[in-house]
């Protein structure tokens, strides 16, 4: 029995929800969310109430009855309140830019060329460089799945070195260090 999937999810005054043909489509201040429901579920809805049930007991039902509600209740949290990833860029030379009018962050991390991503509409970016400090990025968006996504983009572009700890990293992620080698005489 999944107790995660179980709990009913209480909607907010400012959240709509329709489901139609097991697309459910949530609507709120800062956006509109949809996603297609799999597997043998049934989505109640009763005033300002959601549950989600089993129509069969298999194993692979089970599974994805946790996890639909967890996806349904992010939704609704996203387009409520939104969700906020932070990095930093750390290292000599290693620059971050953004240019909102082509919706576009550019990169220079050390390689022999510049490393250009385009952004996502559903994203906002903000960059922060005080003197004598590393870069931040500031994450925005609704989507909690599409700003997971691209935060570990960013991220792969230059990992964490284990020696001097240069690349991109998230606020307050720990890299543990490694010793410098030393040669025995």
Do not use: C, W
């Not at 022999?112 to 970016?125: A, G, T």
């Not at 400090?133 to 990992?159: E, M």
């Amino acid at each position: 029995m999944s107790r995660i999937g179980n709990r009913a999810i209480i909607i907010p005054n400012h959240i709509f929800i329709k489901i139609k043909k097991k697309v459910i489509s949530v609507t709120g201040p800062l956006g509109t969310l949809s996603m297609k429901i799999i597997g043998q579920l049934k989505i109640e809805l009763e005033a300002k109430k959601l549950t989600i049930k089993r129509i069969d007991n298999k194993k692979y039902t089970k599974s994805l009855h946790g996890l639909y509600q967890i996806l349904i209740n992010n939704m609704i949290i996203g387009v409520l309140y939104g969700f906020k990833k932070e990095l930093e860029v750390k290292g000599v030379g290693y620059k971050v830019a953004l240019y909102p009018e082509k919706q576009v962050l550019e990169f220079h991390l050390g390689y022999s060329h510049n490393i250009i991503m385009n952004l996502p509409k559903e994203l906002k970016v903000e960059i922060t460089n005080e003197n004598n400090k590393n870069t931040r990025l500031s994450l925005r968006s609704y989507d909690k799945q599409l700003l997971g996504i691209f935060a570990a983009k960013i991220r792969a572009l230059r990992k964490p070195d284990p020696y001097k700890g240069k690349g991109i990293r998230y606020i307050n992620e720990y890299i543990m260090k490694k010793a410098v080698k030393t040669t025995v005489k």
